[in-house]
């Protein structure tokens, strides 16, 4: 895995977990609009008990996935940290510590930091050459 993969890790899960929190948003929605139908035609056993409870139940399982990723997201949040802490200049952390922990722009990255941006991409490659990936969570 190189630097880049490794840092770019939490972006990926974060972009997933927000995913997934959209997908119970529109569950939520779409069980506020389930209604019950009353029939005295006889139900098939094998059919589902209600719509609702079919969504319900999705949302469940959701919202156990999304602990799930929270909770990956953190671990690799702090082996990241722990790798961008490694690297012996200041300036370099700052950079990584905006893109990879913050999410912002290099665009954004170069404002704030009162670089151009050419100054703030070479900054990069000799930043990303200063993570060392420790990919066993260690």
């Given at each position: 895995m190189t630097a880049l993969d490794f840092l770019s890790q939490?972006?990926?899960?974060?972009?997933?977990?927000?995913?997934?929190?959209?997908?119970?948003?529109?569950?939520?929605e779409l069980a506020t609009k389930c209604t019950?139908?009353?029939?005295?035609?006889?139900?098939?056993?094998?059919q589902s008990i209600s719509s609702m409870a079919d969504t319900v139940a999705k949302i469940v399982d959701l919202q156990i996935e999304i602990d799930h990723d929270i909770h990956q997201l953190i671990d690799i949040k702090r082996r990241i940290v722990a790798s961008i802490k490694a690297v012996d200049n200041k300036e370099?952390?700052?950079?990584?510590?905006?893109?990879?922990?913050?999410?912002?722009?290099?665009?954004?990255?170069?404002?704030?930091?009162?670089?151009?941006?050419?100054?703030?991409?070479?900054?990069?490659?000799?930043?990303?050459?200063?993570?060392?990936?420790?990919?066993?969570?260690?």
């Open positions: 939490a972006y990926r899960l974060d972009l997933r977990i927000d995913s997934k929190l959209e997908q119970i948003n529109s569950l939520n019950a139908t009353i029939s005295d035609m006889p139900r098939s056993p094998n370099f952390q700052t950079l990584l510590e905006l893109r990879f922990l913050c999410g912002c722009t290099w665009e954004e990255i170069a404002i704030k930091m009162g670089f151009s941006i050419q100054h703030t991409y070479r900054m990069r490659d000799r930043a990303l050459k200063k993570i060392v990936v420790n990919e066993s969570g260690e």
